[in-house]
């Protein structure tokens, strides 16, 4: 048993994960903004201190999965700074507030470290090169964490996730399909759609590992497989029984964004094998098994 931390918890992830640790009886803090606000330095190292605490005596560390975030992919590019606070300074203060405390900490992060000019899935040391501010914010944040716990973080970047909490572009697709007779998706963008269940899991697993010394550094955790966003809506409209041809592909030029969207986000999973970890299920495969829940809203 790994007792947790979990910050942003009541975003699109942090929802899904908070739920599976108290379906296995983990013990476990959630902690919203309204609770703790990581840019708030010193709230963040007392809710870490409390989290050794309360574990002291578990066979393993406890663990810190940070998922406050600002990631608002365009208003990051409107107010840098305030992106920043959040995903570089605020993880800069839960990654000293682990060190302190020992703690381990699991950091969510992002394709968009990468400006997607690739053809080939992104390793995990492959060199990062965000395109965006909100990318640059993220690599910060990567960068304190590695910095100030080299053999106690892991750092999970990720990437199209949808679920059963929030909005994201597959819950926009099933409005969509009730909506309108026709759809114009971009399809010159390739990525990896990726279920928040399938994520969850994921860093739980990775969270044990770590608790028990047996893992560090960067892991990409993606579902596998690839596609593009015209493909994806197209899946999903298939999984509601509705005509796929009512999608209409269009080019990202024919959509315009204040921040660039990279092109090509497929992050590889070389590291799972080395970890006796199969990558993944596939991200179509995925999207069946989360239709029940995710399309229908039950």
């Excluded at 007792?3 to 699109?12: F, N, Q």
């Excluded at 605490?53 to 365009?74: E, H, I």
């Excluded at 992106?83 to 992060?109: F, K, P, T, W």
């Amino acid at each position: 048993m790994t007792t947790w931390l979990v910050t942003g918890a009541a975003g699109r992830l942090g929802r899904e994960f908070v739920g599976l640790l108290h379906s296995l009886g983990e013990p476990v803090v959630p902690a919203t903004k309204a609770v703790l606000d990581v840019t708030d330095g010193r709230a963040v190292e007392a809710a870490v201190a409390s989290i050794a605490r309360m574990a002291a005596g578990d066979p393993g560390d406890p663990v810190v999965v940070n998922l406050a975030a600002v990631t608002d992919v365009d208003g990051a590019e409107v107010d840098e700074a305030g992106a920043r606070a959040v995903n570089a300074h605020g993880v800069a203060n839960v990654a000293r507030a682990c060190e302190r405390a020992d703690v381990r900490m699991i950091q969510l992060s992002t394709d968009y470290v990468f400006d997607g000019s690739s053809r080939q899935p992104y390793p995990e040391d492959a060199p990062i090169a965000p395109a965006t501010a909100y990318g640059r914010t993220k690599a910060e944040g990567e960068r304190v964490v590695l910095e100030a716990l080299p053999d106690t973080s892991v750092i999970i970047r990720t990437g199209w996730t949808y679920g059963a909490y929030g909005r994201s572009f597959v819950s926009t697709m099933v409005e969509f399909a009730a909506r309108r007779d026709e759809v114009e998706v971009i399809d010159d963008q390739r990525g990896q759609p990726t279920w928040t269940f399938d994520l969850a899991t994921r860093i739980y697993d990775i969270g044990r590992l770590l608790s028990a010394s047996a893992v560090s550094g960067v892991l990409h955790a993606t579902n596998s497989g690839s596609t593009s966003w015209y493909g994806l809506a197209r899946a999903v409209f298939a999984e509601l029984g509705v005509d796929p041809d009512r999608v209409r592909p269009i080019t990202s030029d024919e959509m315009p964004r204040l921040a660039p969207r990279p092109p090509y986000s497929v992050l590889a999973q070389d590291r799972w094998a080395q970890l006796g970890m199969e990558p993944m299920r596939p991200w179509r495969q995925a999207l069946s098994a989360a239709a029940p829940t995710v399309l229908t809203g039950r």
